[in-house]
């Protein structure tokens, strides 16, 4: 069966997720792929990144090729217990149920392998045998509640769960830990902390035999100058010839530029190639047509993922 | 102006969206109220938990540590990372008086992930902990780190949603799974009762069913202890003592949701007392800090350095490209002080304090100090209050 392919984009808070994922959906939509774009709907940035309305929980094309939904906690339990329930009365009685939900509240994971098992159904969504999407990029939570979100299929199983549940939770950490179908895309930016959590966040996945993609270092200052000219700064900071708020402006894209370095140098140490570095974008706000130097990076991703 | 925020508080809490420097603000705010004498503990919910490194922790949630001060604090600091599991563990103990219940409870199956999940208790045991170190009277002061924007929120609410719970009949209704569809009478009901329940445990297996329903039995027992806690969780949480400050930083990805999330936090019933606007890009402060550390001879075996009207010109760009920086933010500032205006209903009451952007970013204890001494002594463009 020919489904599409997901991949999950995450990383430290602030790092820029939501906008790696809006580039990664964007370039492929450029190249002919149909795009979907999803949220967890928290009160996100992503509509505003993508200049649209608020998005809604059925998908909808903001552009060509290109659309976007957000996941709504409660509607995924729902799809998953009607599922689960065929019985409309029965699964409707359930979900209004103060214990039942009390009792879903209890079941650790519950609610994130339900949306995981949403997301699965639109990497798995056909018409006439061809998928709707031919990729699907989740803009998921940030480090720190990445991991349980990711993890969450398989903990529930441990549980020796039963019946169509447990076949559920398996198909869907099978879509997990599929590398033709998923891929995690680790964000990070030039900073110690970023850095760090990247690396865990990495080491934590693979554990988890989560498929993983290059890195992505984010927010790269731009090279302003050769070594020579470098030589030629340090020089005239020497003797004074320069005016020091120049001196200052040429220093702080050299310093950032050795701190991407570096940071390159240590993701790489661990991911085994180096991450792939999208740049700081100097002067300009946050719109789609802003993500374009993002997208030309992110198109060769995209064709090998 | 810290002054101002400090008098009379016993909480400081600290919201905002992810990579604002929460947890580097939470830190320097705990340094600069240890320097003038308080007995401060920082705790930290974020799952992430950088405090470690920003104060140089060792990886042991649940336990306080001691971080240690320049030799002018007169008073001291200690941090926390949440230990949730340990917490409810320790409170189940205390409110069933060691009992055999306890035991009960410890040792059921299912209870290690219940602790974890039971009505978001995540959120709810920091709640838990700080009301802990709150009582504690060998601290004067908590300041609390929290996870990024809206799991704050959740946060928030934790104490009036284990409340709801402990008042539903919820708990009751989870000891008799048969009771989940009501009072079921007649043939047809009888019979959707009978395949509801089949459902549920297809779903959730036999064994699970089971061990919820002990749990909630002996849970029921401890509830009205865990009510009194949950309450004076929500009397601290709103009380005169406890400030929420929201932190936010003036940059293009961060900044469209101060105002978003400020609302938010508002309508949630929370008043945001302060806002600490932090990593204000500011090339004179820069400039003043000395200077940065680079590779002081670039290794090259080309002819020698000399100065070209091309480098100049490319230093001037570089300078024309933060300066634009600099405006930027200007104006972000100044729509976000505007914003605010229309949050809450005090908002001229509130404090604004902007702290500088360090490079290197400040990630280490010698870092948060000098956040601390920034805090502690702001220049006077920012001891104005509110606008």
Not at chain 1, 172 to 199: F, G, H, S
Not at chain 2, 322 to 342: C, F, Y
Request: contains cysteine; proline residues 7%; charged residues 25%.
């Amino acid at each position: 069966m020919s489904t599409g392919r997901l991949v999950i984009v995450t990383g430290k808070g602030g790092v820029g997720k939501t906008t790696v994922a809006a580039a990664l959906a964007a370039a492929a939509a450029e190249e002919g792929q149909r795009a979907l774009l999803l949220e967890i709907a928290r009160p996100g940035r992503l509509a505003s990144v993508l200049g649209t309305s608020p998005l809604e929980s059925e998908p909808r094309e903001i552009r060509s090729n290109l659309s976007a939904a957000e996941l709504d906690e409660e509607l995924c339990i729902r799809s998953l217990i009607q599922k689960l329930v065929p019985i409309r009365m029965l699964s409707e009685r359930l979900l209004s149920s103060r214990s039942f939900q009390v009792l879903c509240a209890a079941i650790p994971g519950i609610l994130e392998a339900a949306l995981l098992n949403r997301v699965r159904q639109y990497v798995e969504r056909t018409t006439a045998g061809v998928p709707d999407f031919d990729l699907v990029v989740l803009d998921a939570p940030a480090s720190g509640h990445s991991v349980p979100l990711l993890a969450a299929p398989r903990s529930l199983a441990n549980l020796s769960l039963l019946g169509p549940l447990a076949e559920t939770l398996r198909r869907t950490d099978q879509l997990m830990n599929d590398p033709a179908r998923t891929a995690v895309a680790v964000v990070a930016i030039p900073e110690d902390w970023a850095v760090a959590e990247a690396r865990e966040l990495r080491g934590a996945l693979a554990e988890l035999q989560i498929p993983l993609l290059p890195p992505i270092l984010n927010r790269v200052w731009p090279r302003r100058f050769t070594q020579n000219e470098e030589r030629a700064l340090n020089a005239a900071r020497e003797d004074d010839s320069i005016d020091p708020s120049l001196l200052l402006a040429g220093d702080l894209f050299r310093f950032h530029r050795l701190q991407a370095q570096e940071a390159a140098r240590q993701l790489k140490q661990d991911a085994g190639e180096r991450p792939l570095e999208l740049p700081l974008l100097f002067g300009e706000g946050m719109a789609l047509s802003d993500l374009v130097p993002l997208q030309v990076l992110l198109r060769s991703l995209v064709i090998h993922a | 102006m810290l002054d101002d925020l400090l008098d009379g508080t016993r909480v400081v809490v600290l919201l905002g969206a992810g990579g604002v420097g929460k947890t580097t603000t939470a830190s320097a705010l705990a340094v600069a109220a240890a320097q003038r004498g308080l007995r401060v503990v920082v705790l930290t919910v974020d799952p992430a938990a950088r405090l470690k490194d920003a104060l140089e922790l060792p990886d042991e949630p649940g336990t306080l540590h001691r971080v240690p001060l320049p030799d002018d604090a007169t008073g001291t600091l200690d941090a926390i990372l949440l230990d949730a599991k340990g917490l409810f563990d320790n409170l189940v103990r205390r409110l069933s008086g060691g009992s055999t219940l306890a035991t009960a409870i410890l040792e059921n199956p299912i209870y290690r992930n219940v602790a974890g999940a039971f009505a978001g208790s995540d959120s709810y045991m920091a709640l838990e902990q700080l009301l802990e170190i709150a009582e504690d009277d060998r601290f004067d002061l908590v300041v609390v780190d929290t996870p990024p924007a809206t799991h704050a929120l959740e946060l928030f609410d934790a104490p009036d949603r284990i409340l709801a719970l402990l008042e539903s009949n919820a708990l009751d209704y989870l000891s008799e799974p048969l009771r989940l569809v009501g009072a079921a009478t007649g043939r047809i009901a009888q019979g959707i009762l009978t395949t509801l329940v089949v459902a549920l445990e297809r779903m959730t297996g036999m064994h699970l069913m089971r061990d919820i329903s002990q749990l909630a039995t002996d849970f029921a027992t401890i509830a009205p202890a865990f009510r009194q806690r949950a309450e004076a969780i929500r009397d601290l949480l709103h009380g005169e003592e406890t400030r929420f400050v929201l932190v936010s930083a003036p940059e293009p990805h961060i900044a469209p949701e101060l105002l978003t999330f400020a609302h938010q936090v508002d309508q949630a019933g929370i008043p945001i007392d302060s806002v600490i606007l932090n990593r204000v890009f500011d090339l004179a402060y820069l400039g003043s800090a000395g200077d940065l550390p680079l590779d002081p001879e670039p290794k090259t075996n080309r002819k020698p350095a000399g100065w070209s009207a091309g480098l100049a010109r490319k230093l001037v760009q570089c300078n024309r490209d933060l300066e634009m920086v600099e405006d930027e933010q200007r104006r972000w500032i100044s729509e976000l002080r505007d914003g605010m205006q229309a949050v809450g209903t005090h908002p001229e009451a509130r404090l604004w304090m902007e702290l500088p952007t360090l490079t290197p970013a400040p990630t280490t204890l010698r870092g948060v100090q000098a956040i601390a001494a920034r805090l502690g002594h702001p220049d006077p463009q920012n001891q104005e209050s509110g606008l």
